[in-house]
């Protein structure tokens, strides 16, 4: 009988559309791929099979000339297709994250996944979506903050978005990678309920809903087992639970033990065979330890998504794609516009007029940097084509209306620089981190160096209207300082084209509109994590003690006042928000409900608001946080008009993770309903009704 015809009685049987069936992947192409992938591992010698899965010459699987498998190519991420030369340098993904703009993540996906193309690469390692904990880790900048939720609409759709390129991605790392310091060896302790609910979301999201080609482990421990050898993790959770049908492959040097690797469910050692190797793995395999099946499962793996993605019928390199993208350009520059955010502005300060000030003083230690600010450190750093200062991108903005003033902070102090500070309409301090002390492999300091905050003392006691704009992969001390500064502007990371960004900005060219994904404490302490961050007692366990409580939750659960609040970001102009409906009021089990409410732009100039949606369970048999994100909705609107924004609530998003039943449930009750402007800034709120 014909596959179609089989299809068809299923249709027919079930009542289930064919449309439907293809869904779920039940469907001919599918079914040509398994057919195909099983064909080549039959011709494969188990010398052969064992072979393929481990990697070779740094970035590579290794071609059967025999069969027709090509060379897989791979490339770092996440922020630029970096390894094999110069390519277009995006903003940190931290900074995607603070534009909460899932078709902008998209176009950013499509961007990278083709100049991946124009490199030959099949696989990108990118997204990166461990949840920020503390500002101290070093890697905190490649990540996309603190909330489950957002992490996992934005990597969902750059995921989409690459592998509409016919390109792979890796989300990575799996999992807890959420420090640097001594990552080898760190394990990172966590109960079921806070793995699930918090660190384990986004991989979820990107398995179900994204269907990522490639997971890739972290370097550290879990529960005392390491990532790249933990059963529960990759088989029963990855594989089992979610049924991911791709390949795992470990971090560079993050295999330990073979035999307990592959036997866990790793894939593919990279970058070599140092573990996964013949000399190992064949005597385990005569001694019964783990058997032929399970080795060809993991080719199986690799070769379903080489044929799904179609790299056995074309060359990956697309020579019509130019190695300097300039549509790449024009994406890196506007994730740079959206994602910079606007934390302080005292007294209206901004945005300056160009057409009325004479002069502007740009002085601070990445004022002049080129090819520090950028990007922070690591296997993430990209050598870009073209990148200009802050001095440089000022000057093209102002095209001789008026001075643009720049001295070097060695001299700062001197009577004639302090007097050109105290004479300017305005002074840019730029400040922050760079890729020697933020970075891949080590966690940063909380501070800024303290050349820097004498320059931002000094400006600000000198002329009000400062604007302290600060690089960096988090939040950052501000004690001593931030009283006196009116404007305070977050550029995270921001790419190539960041510089241009923050001078339209600050010029009014372009309206912020960047909410910060994390929440940014008064001081270090205040952190939910900051008990449990360092290896107090040296054991090299990191105990998650503050479980589900990361981030805003923790902050509300200890009623403790941030300096800024998750989701905070200002804008130019004002919104007002009214009308908020809920329809129905009664959730079923299998029913969503929507939340509508009416944004109108009470202001004098356009501007974008990202409307922010968080739910309490009012009555539940577990403790809950008091609020959490579970919607939000950007919208653009010109001066005085309004608009009806909608978001969606299914029952998956209003429940929690019960350890009891090792699955995600709702309870019937109560829950209510908050939209507002950030976690704090709450506009309206409702409730609904669940009912089971």
């Not at 040509?32 to 970035?59: C, H, P, R, W």
């Not at 793996?301 to 993208?325: A, V």
Request: hydrophobic share 35%; charged share 25%; aromatic share 8%.
């Amino acid at each position: 009988m014909k596959k179609n015809t089989i299809r068809k009685i299923i249709s027919v049987l079930f009542g289930i559309n064919l449309m439907v069936l293809n869904s779920y992947g039940i469907n001919e192409q599918t079914s040509n791929v398994e057919q195909k992938a099983k064909s080549l591992l039959s011709q494969m010698t188990l010398e052969e099979k064992i072979d393929y899965i481990v990697g070779y010459n740094d970035f590579y699987i290794r071609p059967m000339q025999r069969l027709g498998i090509p060379e897989i190519k791979m490339s770092d991420g996440p922020v630029g297709c970096r390894t094999f030369g110069k390519t277009t340098a995006y903003p940190a993904t931290i900074g995607l994250a603070a534009s909460w703009n899932r078709q902008l993540a998209v176009q950013f996906g499509n961007s990278i996944g083709k100049d991946a193309r124009a490199r030959g690469v099949h696989i990108l390692l990118m997204p990166g979506v461990n949840i920020y904990r503390s500002p101290l880790c070093g890697r905190n900048f490649e990540y996309m903050g603190e909330d489950p939720y957002l992490v996992s609409e934005i990597s969902g759709s750059v995921i989409k978005g690459v592998q509409s390129e016919q390109v792979m991605a890796t989300i990575k790392h799996y999992m807890g990678n959420n420090q640097e310091y001594d990552r080898h060896h760190i394990s990172s302790d966590m109960d079921e309920r806070t793995m699930h609910e918090i660190y384990l979301e986004a991989f979820r999201h990107a398995v179900q809903d994204s269907k990522v080609c490639a997971v890739m482990t972290s370097y550290n421990l879990i529960n005392g087992i390491h990532a790249s050898q933990n059963d529960y993790l990759i088989n029963k959770v990855l594989k089992g639970q979610w049924g991911f049908d791709g390949f795992v492959m470990s971090d560079w040097g993050s295999t330990y033990d073979g035999v307990a690797a592959a036997k866990a469910g790793l894939d593919i050692e990279m970058p070599n065979g140092k573990f996964m190797n013949k000399e190992n793995l064949l005597p385990a395999i005569k001694a019964g330890q783990i058997s032929e099946a399970e080795i060809n499962d993991k080719v199986l793996r690799i070769l379903r998504m080489i044929i799904k993605m179609g790299f056995l019928d074309r060359p990956q390199k697309d020579e019509t794609i130019p190695l300097d993208n300039p549509a790449s350009a024009k994406v890196a520059l506007q994730m740079a516009r959206e994602g910079i955010v606007l934390l302080k502005n005292n007294e209206n300060i901004l945005p300056l007029n160009p057409d009325k000030i004479k002069s502007i003083a740009v002085i601070g230690a990445n004022a002049t940097m080129k090819t520090g600010s950028h990007g922070g450190g690591g296997s993430s750093y990209t050598e870009t084509f073209k990148v200009i200062n802050s001095v440089e991108a000022v000057k093209e903005l102002a095209a001789g209306k008026f001075e643009v003033v720049n001295f070097e902070d060695a001299n700062v102090s001197d009577s004639a620089n302090i007097e050109a500070m105290k004479k300017a309409d305005a002074v840019l301090v730029c400040a922050g981190f760079n890729p020697s002390t933020e970075h891949e492999g080590g966690d940063r300091s909380y501070e800024l160096p303290p050349e820097q905050i004498a320059i931002i003392k000094k400006a600000s006691e000198l002329n009000k209207n400062t604007i302290v704009a600060v690089t960096a992969g988090g939040s950052f001390a501000t004690k001593g300082w931030l009283d006196n500064v009116n404007v305070l502007i977050h550029n995270w990371y921001p790419g190539q084209n960041g510089t241009t960004a923050l001078a339209e900005i600050i010029f009014g060219k372009v309206n912020p509109s960047g909410k910060l994904p994390i929440t940014f404490e008064k001081q270090l302490e205040d952190l939910p994590a900051f008990n449990y961050y360092h290896d107090e007692d040296g054991d090299k366990h990191i105990k998650y003690t503050e479980g589900i409580f990361a981030g805003y939750r923790g902050f509300e659960k200890a009623k403790t006042k941030p300096l800024f609040s998750f989701g905070h970001g200002l804008s130019y102009t004002k919104f007002e928000y009214s009308n908020l409906k809920i329809s129905p009021t009664v959730m079923d089990n299998n029913e969503n409900i929507t939340i509508s409410a009416d944004i109108k732009n009470s202001g004098n100039m356009e501007g974008t608001e990202i409307v922010q949606l968080y739910i309490t369970d009012v009555n539940c048999s577990v403790e809950r946080p008091a609020k959490e994100l579970k919607g939000f909705e950007k919208v653009t609107l010109s001066a005085g008009e309004t608009k009806t924004i909608h978001i969606d609530i299914s029952k998956e998003q209003i429940s929690f993770y019960s350890v009891e039943k090792h699955q995600w449930i709702a309870e019937p009750g109560e829950f209510k309903v908050s939209l507002g402007s950030s976690s704090e800034d709450i506009r309206l709120q409702s409730k609904f009704i669940l009912k089971l």
